[in-house]
């Protein structure tokens, strides 16, 4: 059955389609792509150099767990030292691992640094970590292991290096870092970016060290956050990406105009129906 469609809409079928068109035009939440757009600078200094942060080089600290494993002449006597099976989260890969509820973050076997801030190793007895980089505690290792070994070699890393990134992203998770440097973007590429809902110009970074806890904010859309203090994140980090006017609209919009579009879409299927 063909249905005719009316040449002329009388006032009521003008209203309708008014009101439905105005209704369709609150659904979608407006976003000014100038609350999207990245390190935005002045037309006059687009070409200008943007200071970068000093790079972030780890501490270790209490809690911490560190893959020691130790290589000689006599590869025999090495493996004395050699307990632990090196088993860094995305070692095999060298890439960061994103930790989820079906893959769980899986047991670490390492020297834990114990309370007093040292580890304890085989013939050497405990050393002390706390407050060094990992490039520090390889040579004292390697310093030590020379009583025990011929040309000792050292390899030293940090198997809990994890950042954690939440809110208004793609995809919200734990990552564990194996090359202990990750910086700011990396972390929210690694999370797929921040979506079209969320505020890029207050990015929160929750930050734990010593005791003490700080927050700081980063605006992505202002070329200024290269020399930022948190633009290289630290181990345990969290990044929180708040939610933007546009996310909170759409959802009051669509809870209290969707029953009306319905319903308008109802009765202008009904009129139409009739001619």
Do not use: W
Not at 129 to 141: L, Y
Not at 156 to 167: E, H, K, P
Not at 212 to 228: A, E, H, P, V, W
């Amino acid at each position: 059955m063909k249905i005719a469609f009316p040449r002329k809409l009388n006032s009521y079928q003008h209203y309708l389609i008014l009101s439905l068109l105005i209704c369709s035009q609150y659904l979608v939440g407006c976003v000014s792509t100038k609350e999207l757009a990245y390190f935005q600078d002045d037309a006059a200094q687009a070409n200008a150099s943007a200071a970068t942060a000093e790079r972030y080089v780890p501490k270790i600290q209490v809690g911490d767990i560190l893959s020691v494993q130790v290589s000689s002449l006599n590869p025999e006597a090495s493996s004395f030292f050699n307990p632990y099976t090196a088993t860094a989260i995305g070692e095999r890969t060298g890439q960061p691992l994103q930790v989820t509820t079906s893959t769980p973050l899986p047991a670490v076997n390492g020297y834990l640094v114990d309370p007093t801030g040292a580890i304890e190793l085989p013939m050497v007895g405990k050393v002390n970590v706390a407050g060094q980089t990992v490039a520090q505690i390889k040579e004292k290792i390697r310093g030590m292991l020379t009583e025990y070994l011929k040309e000792p070699t050292v390899n030293v890393r940090n198997l809990t290096f994890r950042v954690s990134v939440m809110g208004e992203v793609s995809r919200p998770s734990l990552f564990a870092i194996p090359n202990e440097q990750i910086t700011l973007l990396e972390a929210l590429s690694l999370s797929g970016d921040v979506t079209i809902y969320g505020r890029r110009d207050n990015i929160l970074i929750i930050r734990e060290e010593n005791g003490q806890r700080t927050f700081g904010r980063i605006d992505l859309t202002k070329r200024d956050i290269f020399n930022s203090p948190y633009y290289y994140l630290h181990p345990n980090d969290v990044v929180y990406v708040e939610p933007g006017r546009a996310r909170a609209a759409t959802a009051d919009r669509t809870n209290q105009l969707l029953p009306i579009v319905l319903s308008a879409l109802s009765f202008v299927a009904i009129i139409v129906s009739r001619f």
